[in-house]
Each structure stands twice: as structure tokens, then as C-alpha cells.
């Protein structure tokens, strides 16, 4: 049976934030323990992203952001761009790269009618993005075999695509080499409202959002870090 095929777009500038300008079945061990080491790095970057909105808005206030929690190892105090990625496995991230404008993603989103889909923005030295990959591949695993398919689009600078398929070996995310090619003012928005996305401006990466199995949008996350909460969207939708 294939895996959830992934739409995954990587954000212009290799940073962490976007501009339009450019079941009730138990879960594996392996699922689990994908799931549990997510939580721990995803813990420490909600903690610096508000941190730093803290010093930005001169408060104290809570940042706002409702963290997945589970069993993983302690968190650790940092997590900064320059945290070297897992080792890239060669013969998988030879493999080529499929280039797509904004109206072909989004198309490629819209083309799974009768399934449940799972669409990630995402780009590959995005902090954010990195963290959350063990956790999507979990969900493609642990939803293998039902009406499910993950649809991953990388949006990185037209000079770093080719590092797609190696983040994905990275990973062992069984999901396509899918990249969006730089696109006009406007177009990304464009593209995507049809199928019911609300993208602020700015906006963050991993942009998540979970579509219907009519390919309607009906839940979505800027900058996303609430693992469990992907996983309760997509466990509403399967069951309907």
C-alpha cells in the first residue's frame, strides 16, 4: 500500500516565515515513538518563539501557543537553525525533484477527492518544519490503509530545491519531492482560497492544513506546533 503522498512547501530566504511575495486503532510503537520525540523539540521551540514575542511586545504575557505534550525526553533549553539535521541517506536524495506552480499544488491538494488530506507547507531549514517531520511521518504511517493522504510542498529558494529529497531521506518521510516554483504577488492566495485556506499575512512555516474528503479546508495552523491537534482533525474527519 503507497503512503500518504506529501505536498511540502519551502519558504523563500531558507527562514521560518512566509510571504505571498514569493480512528479509534491504536498506534504502532514506531508511531509512538515518532509522536514522542516531536514532542520534546517541539516543546523548546514554542517556548523560545514566545520568548521572543515576549522581548518583541516588551511583556510578560504567555505566548499562546497550546503545545503537544508526551512521554519524549527532556526538552532541550535551545533549538536554533544552526542544530545539525539528521544524516542524509544518499540513494534516496538522488532521487529528483517535481517543480509545480501555485495553481498545480494546489490542484494537487484538491485531486483527492474521497480522502482525508493532510497538506504541509514547509521548508527544509526551517526550524519548525524540522521539528515537526518525525511527527507527520508518524501520522502517514499510523493512517496507512485508510482514506488518507498527506499532500507536502517545499518552498525554498529556487537555488536550495534540490535539497528536498535529501531532508526527506532525513526523515524517512515516504512522501513526494514536491516543490513550488517562485510565484507573482498574489498568486500563492490565489491558488489556494478556493479550497478554503485563511493565510495571514505574515505567515509562518510549517503552514499545516487538514482538507475533507470533498478537498475543503477544515482546519489549518500558521506556524504549526500542536502535533495533537493535526492528529484530533484528522481522526474527526476520517470518522465521518
Given amino acids: 500500500m503507497r503512503f500518504a503522498a ?3 512547501l519551502a519558504v523563500f530566504g531558507a527562514s521560518c516565515a512566509g510571504s505571498d511575495d514569493a480512528s479509534d486503532r491504536p498506534r504502532n510503537s514506531a508511531a509512538d515513538s515518532a509522536f514522542h520525540a516531536d514532542s520534546a523539540i517541539l516543546a523548546a521551540i514554542v517556548e523560545r518563539d514566545a520568548a521572543e514575542r515576549r522581548r518583541g511586545a516588551g511583556t510578560q504575557t504567555s505566548g499562546g501557543f497550546a503545545p503537544y505534550t508526551g512521554g519524549g525526553p527532556t526538552a532541550p533549553p535551545t533549538f536554533s537553525r544552526t542544530d545539525p539535521a539528521p544524516a542524509a541517506t544518499p540513494a534516496i536524495a538522488a532521487a529528483g525533484v517535481r517543480a509545480v506552480n501555485t ?3 494546489a490542484h494537487h491538494m484538491r485531486g483527492n477527492k474521497g480522502r482525508v488530506t493532510l497538506a504541509i507547507l514547509y521548508g527544509t531549514r526551517c526550524p519548525r518544519s524540522q521539528a515537526m517531520f518525525p511527527g507527520f511521518v508518524a501520522l502517514a504511517h499510523h493512517y496507512e490503509g485508510q482514506a ?6 517545499s518552498m525554498d529558494e529556487p537555488e536550495d530545491k534540490d535539497a528536498v529529497p535529501g531532508f526527506l ?3 524517512h518521510a515516504p512522501f513526494d519531492p514536491l516543490y513550488v516554483k517562485p510565484w507573482q504577488p498574489g498568486a500563492l492566495f490565489d491558488a489556494l482560497i478556493p479550497l478554503g485556506f485563511h493565510i495571514p499575512t505574515p505567515w509562518n512555516l510549517p503552514y499545516v492544513a487538514v482538507l475533507d474528503s470533498q ?3 477544515v482546519a489549518e495552523w500558521d506556524g504549526a506546533t ?3 491537534a493535526v492528529d484530533a482533525a484528522i481522526q474527526s474527519q476520517l470518522a465521518r
Fill in 215 to 217: 478537498g475543503s479546508v
Fill in 103 to 105: 495553481y498545480e499544488a
Fill in 226 to 228: 500542536n502535533l495533537a
Fill in 148 to 153: 488518507f493522504d498527506v499532500a507536502a510542498f
Fill in 169 to 171: 531521506a532525513r526523515y
Fill in 6 to 8: 506529501i505536498v511540502a
